[in-house]
């Protein structure tokens, strides 16, 4: 498929939630009793089959009992706990190993990111136009005032990253990365903690990956409230943008299938895996 087609059987973006597709939405979570409840309510009950994948980060403040709960209740369909605090980037890495759905989406466990603009993200995939879509807080959507140190600073190392990736990316930090899973399956990732944003962005652009932005709306969260990413964070993303783009390993060329998971087959039913 050339860029700017569709593929055959391909759906309409009227309807998006009419595809036969199985989405992983991944949530990593350290220490939000706060949002987790309301969050991952908000994920299972999306329009799509959705497989709920939270990886506990070594949260103290009574997180893991109410995961549990919610795996319980069928909330989450896999739990997985890390004995200590290890970082995101250890925590998706962990989650995208459980993944066993067409896409998968990144989303974080606080209220920053609204879940019900993720039909939204998928629209690219699933018409063909995109391997993975980025949803952009910079591209119009409404978003909370704050932190005018963070904006700079996120704006500097998109700023930072494209230059190595040759993308024009508005948001390389952004929490909201939707990825085909036989894309992801080939990325290799290897960072610990925040440092996962800009090596995942470095990884798709060294396989070629089409990569489309979608604006989204933020409502940013103030230290008080349970912000984590800090000024050590930044200034550790310039070394993972320089490590990630110029050190091995490197992601191999992306290859798409001739048809996706998700297309109805000669018979009319989606693909057997």
């Not at 403040?61 to 995101?88: C, M, Q, S, W, Y």
């Not at 925590?91 to 939204?120: K, S």
């Not at 629209?123 to 978003?143: K, M, N, Q, T």
Request: glycine share 8%; charged share 25%.
């Amino acid at each position: 498929m050339t860029e700017g087609t569709r593929r055959p059987g391909s759906p309409s973006p009227a309807d998006p939630a009419s595809v036969p597709v199985k989405l992983s939405v991944v949530i990593p979570a350290y220490d939000e009793i706060a949002t987790a409840d309301r969050l991952i309510r908000s994920v299972r009950a999306l329009p799509f089959e959705v497989e709920v994948v939270v990886v506990d980060d070594g949260s103290t403040d009574g997180t893991r009992p109410l995961l549990e709960e919610l795996e319980r209740e069928g909330v989450i369909d896999r739990l997985v706990f890390h004995a200590e605090n290890r970082g995101k980037g250890a925590a998706l890495r962990t989650g995208f190993g459980e993944c066993t759905g067409d896409i998968v989406v990144v989303q974080d466990a606080d209220l920053e990111y609204d879940p019900a603009e993720i039909p939204r993200l998928l629209d690219p995939i699933l018409e063909g136009w995109a391997d993975a879509v980025y949803g952009s807080r910079f591209l119009g959507g409404p978003h909370r005032v704050h932190l005018f140190w963070h904006y700079v600073g996120n704006r500097f190392l998109t700023l930072l990253s494209n230059i190595f990736t040759d993308l024009n990316l508005t948001d390389m930090e952004t929490c909201y990365k939707v990825i085909r899973r036989d894309l992801l399956d080939t990325l290799p990732l290897t960072r610990e903690r925040f440092g996962i944003e800009p090596e995942i962005t470095a990884r798709l652009a060294q396989s070629g990956a089409r990569i489309y932005e979608v604006p989204i709306s933020y409502r940013g969260r103030s230290y008080s409230e349970g912000k984590k990413i800090g000024w050590k964070d930044g200034v550790a993303a310039i070394w993972h943008i320089l490590r990630s783009n110029l050190l091995p390993p490197r992601a191999p060329k992306w290859i798409p299938p001739d048809r996706d998971p998700w297309e109805p087959s000669v018979g009319g039913g989606p693909l057997s895996p």
